[in-house]
């Protein structure tokens, strides 16, 4: 069965997330990012979610995190939860 590690950021705005993609594709740490703007919870410890499957998460979460090159931050995905910039850490397929 697929296994996927992820860590996300999750904001109110799409226009916020892309504010903070360019800032994580010109050098900010996603962690230290996700520590300072998400509003999940999961923010304390830098955006990461851990290890789950298919359909642990949202549809259109899930589509990322079982599509996505491993170690690319993917989004803005908008889920009923807000807008999330998406990076997977590992995966086996």
Do not use: W
């Not at 590690?5 to 904001?11: E, F, K, P």
């Not at 298919?54 to 807008?83: C, H, I, L």
């Amino acid at each position: 069965m697929a296994r996927a590690t992820a860590r996300h950021i999750l904001v109110s705005s799409e226009a916020k997330c892309n504010e903070l993609k360019a800032a994580i594709q010109g050098g900010a740490d996603f962690a230290q990012v996700a520590k300072d703007n998400s509003t999940c919870p999961s923010s304390r410890d830098g955006g990461n979610l851990g290890t789950f499957g298919p359909g642990q998460m949202v549809r259109e979460f899930d589509q990322v995190v079982f599509s996505a090159p491993v170690g690319e931050v993917q989004g803005p995905v908008k889920t009923q939860f807000g807008y999330h910039l998406v990076e997977v850490t590992a995966r086996q397929d």
